[in-house]
């Protein structure tokens, strides 16, 4: 297969993170000597911060720093990121910590950051001439698929396991025709995946045969939360860790805008959160030890619940490197969590993202965050999708008759 | 009570839209002569396309066209506003029409276009020292008021029909521990809220005092759509009809820019979009009459269910004033607009924008529509939101076991 001249921007080939092995760019994911991932590697040229600021409001403002050509815009797609950073005063105060940030991505067009990813795999997918956009997801990342498929005009199958709750296959077969449902858990649609990106021929699994592709996506976060910080990086910044692929390219992004002098050097410090059910990365992180011990998900925060994540060891890296930290809540801490961004901040988020306040606000009364300093909390989908985790926790204050006097007596003015 | 200087921007007074008696800002919404609704009037400065790019990517770039102070970014608000105009190439295709663009306000903070006024609303309220940001509301308003409260750090109470279903209780519940049911209709609770905002002092209730403030944010999406379009106006609009407010705000806005010379003038059409289960301003548009005859709503698009729509006779002018038009659809189609939208341009839209979906298509189909112009159809909230609308349309394609052998059987690929 030939690609077109500029079909992957500035990106000149795939690297081993393991040993470094040098690949072409392609359809690949596991290195041909040692089995390691593979990520995008890069030639940039100079960028300016007028560049990236005169773009789009959305991710391909930083066209230049992805693995997409420069005629991207054109592409249909469904134009995610440039979400809001909100300065976040009442969780602050409500936390005990002298500023917070919350970068929302709930907002995204299909309510989660995977729309980014998903954007970066799409070109992939279009620049490979792959006939097929699929992915294998128990919820957001099937979202995102379907949608973008949809916009992009190429087919999409998705998989999910067949005891998906109804509103959750909806929210995917809304946009497509080809939602396939497995007889099994995700760890079993996951394997069919692989097996079908082996076997045929152009079909682009957006988290398999595209995924360095793929994650580059989230490097954008970090873009944008240093563009609207005013170009600079923050001090400490809290990111949920499932596979750990989004915290790896959130460090990434910082290292780029470093190197390509758009952000001042400085130290930051990075924070892993996980759920207590599903915490193979906090355990290695407490017990110092390099290797990651798979788990057997139970927890509520189902866009978390991955018990062997890819990138756990070098989320451990980071982590340690930065002088941060890996934390991990309980599922009722991650629905008070859900409760109190709400409340203080008015953003609705998932149990990902109930996951990563409650973890914020555990490390902050440990005395691990440093009040002192800034912190950026990360909320990567919305509460809509997993409404079922708060619907006991909050209702009507009063049921009160129709009338001045039923209000009078109630007492709530 | 004394307002501060600049406290609602460049806007000088209230005018009655009927007599045209001038009313000082404050919390007042019918005229003292007439009962005529007030609407805010301004005195512009001259203001240039390159300052409004300048600023922020949400609706205070506008502020300036707006009843809000100049430092209203400092105020916490959800920023919402400066959502998606998607080219929707599919979408035409499928209905036979050179060019369309989405306006995708699902992206919103909480989904809908209500965070835009509900934003203009809590400035209002602040300005005019209000003790609590209050709503009636089924749905969408609810959850703006709620959250937009929640981070501004005012007390809300929201009132909401006693039966509605659960889970969009807990959607507004997340924000506020006020939520007060109320055992009646829609109706009954709109009555209870004016009294309430008759008798208490410092209530303010988006959608009854301050009402003029906060309909002035739904200016913000014309102005958005001449802007992304590149500082022009488009040929022709589809907007959804409930109050009616909306669409007489687009207007509005378009004559603003033009007035104010950021586009060139030139003819735009207007239609407005309506169910059939509620179709008071379609029915007088067809009859040719002045008049609108309340209807009692039955229809799947509870967003757009006002049967006596306060701005249904401004709907009328403007779309006869524009050579536009104001149509109606049955629940079947408007279930297919969604679906529509969705599998043509990947975004998952409310039963209000499958309202305005399947009117631009009957429009399209009878030649109401030019397909040699372009036309924009605005979209004004989420799918999450009435889920129960589609779930019954959508579903998996097959459920096959978990092997390659039962996928390659099931003849996907």
């Known amino acids: 297969m030939s690609l077109r001249e500029g079909a992957f921007g500035n990106a000149t080939n795939l690297v081993c993170r393991e040993c470094g092995t040098e690949v ?22 100079a960028i300016t911060r007028e560049e990236i600021e005169a773009g789009p409001a959305n991710i391909w403002r930083y066209k230049a720093l992805l693995p997409v050509p420069d005629d991207i815009e054109q592409s249909p797609n469904t134009e995610p990121g440039y979400t809001r950073l909100l300065e976040a005063n009442n969780l602050a105060k409500a936390l005990g910590l002298s500023k917070v940030w919350v970068k929302d991505d709930s907002t995204n067009p299909t309510n989660s950051f995977k729309d980014r990813v998903v954007a970066c795999a799409l070109s992939a997918a279009r620049e490979l001439d792959a006939k097929v956009f699929a992915c294998p997801s128990t919820g957001n990342l099937a979202n995102a698929v379907a949608a973008a498929g949809a916009r992009a005009g190429i087919r999409t199958v998705v998989f999910i396991p067949s005891n998906l709750e109804q509103p959750k296959q909806v929210n995917s077969a809304i946009f497509t025709d080809s939602l396939i449902a497995v007889d099994g858990n995700y760890d079993d649609v996951n394997k069919l995946a692989q097996e079908i990106a082996a076997e045929e021929e152009g079909w682009a699994f957006v988290n398999v045969n595209v995924r360095p592709f793929y994650a580059e996506g989230s490097k954008t976060l970090g873009y944008e939360i240093a563009e609207q910080l005013g170009w600079r990086l923050p001090d400490q910044i809290v990111i949920p860790v499932a596979s750990g692929s989004q915290l790896t390219k959130v460090d990434k992004a910082f290292q780029e805008l470093i190197k390509l002098g758009l952000v001042e050097e400085k130290p930051y410090r990075i924070f892993g959160a996980q759920a207590t059910g599903c915490n193979p990365v906090s355990t290695a992180f407490k017990a110092g030890v390099d290797a990651i011990r798979p788990v057997k998900p139970d927890t509520i925060a189902k866009s978390l619940a991955i018990g062997n994540p890819a990138d756990g060891i070098y989320v451990l890296d980071i982590a340690r490197r930065t002088a941060g930290a890996v934390e991990e809540v309980t599922d009722d801490e991650i629905r008070d969590g859900i409760v109190l961004l709400a409340r203080t901040e008015g953003i609705f988020t998932e149990t990902a993202g109930g996951t990563t306040v409650a973890v914020t606000k555990k490390l902050a009364e440990a005395g691990v965050l440093d009040p002192s300093l800034e912190t950026v909390v990360i909320n990567t989908g919305h509460g ?30």
């Open 24 to 45: 072409p760019l392609g359809p690949d994911y596991a290195c041909p000597e040692c089995f390691g991932p593979l990520e995008v590697a890069y030639a940039f040229p």
């Open 384 to 413: 809509l999708k997993t409404l079922d985790a708060v619907s006991d926790k909050v209702g009507p204050r009063a049921t009160i008759k129709a009338s001045y006097a039923a209000f009078e007596a109630a007492n709530i003015s």
